[in-house]
């Protein structure tokens, strides 16, 4: 069955363009900028365990795009918009430590390490993304799998005579 963009919801629209954006975004040399002097270099966001951040949101972006276009071909009962997010969320948290703990090459207060302005911009299509998902997961729905909380198991009623 064939869908067009705009027939879908606005929140699977908003966490499809924020994941699109972030993924352009990850490209960009200026995720992390290092900086001494009069010399500036950078690098994107394939880098160390950024990578991981990034194919998460990948896949948080391709869950919420399948759900969106074939949702049919889904297993039903799994709450997809919920695993989404949480793919983006735990995605998003690695983009930022890493911007935030990357080395500096021991070279100490002489160089200046942080995020560039694709870095700052990819947070906020990360969290943006998060939060796309999990407005999704909450206007369909979703509910988490109900398990056997506590050990405690209600023994199913006696059939009836």
């Known amino acids: 069955m064939a869908t067009d963009f705009k027939s879908i919801g606005k929140f699977e629209q908003g966490a499809m363009i924020a994941g699109a954006v972030a993924l352009i975004l990850s490209f960009f040399e200026s995720y992390v900028t290092v900086s001494a002097g009069g010399f500036s270099a950078g690098?994107?966001?394939?880098?160390?365990?950024?990578?991981?951040?990034?194919?998460?949101?990948?896949?948080?972006?391709?869950?919420?795009?399948?759900?969106?276009?074939?949702?049919?071909?889904?297993?039903?009962?799994?709450?997809?918009s919920l695993i989404a997010a949480g793919a983006a969320g735990l995605g998003t948290l690695l983009l930022i430590l890493r911007a935030f703990t990357y080395s500096d090459g021991g070279l100490g207060s002489r160089v200046d390490v942080g995020p560039g302005w694709s870095g700052w911009v990819l947070f906020i299509a990360g969290i943006a993304l998060t939060a796309f998902a999990f407005l999704s997961s909450k206007a369909s729905g979703e509910k988490l799998p109900q398990g056997n909380r506590g050990g405690h198991t209600t023994p199913p009623a006696p059939p009836a005579a």
Do not use: H, M, Q, R
């Open 43 to 80: 690098t994107n966001a394939w880098d160390s365990y950024a990578t991981l951040g990034v194919l998460l949101l990948i896949a948080a972006t391709a869950i919420i795009a399948v759900k969106a276009f074939a949702g049919e071909n889904l297993p039903a009962g799994v709450p997809w």
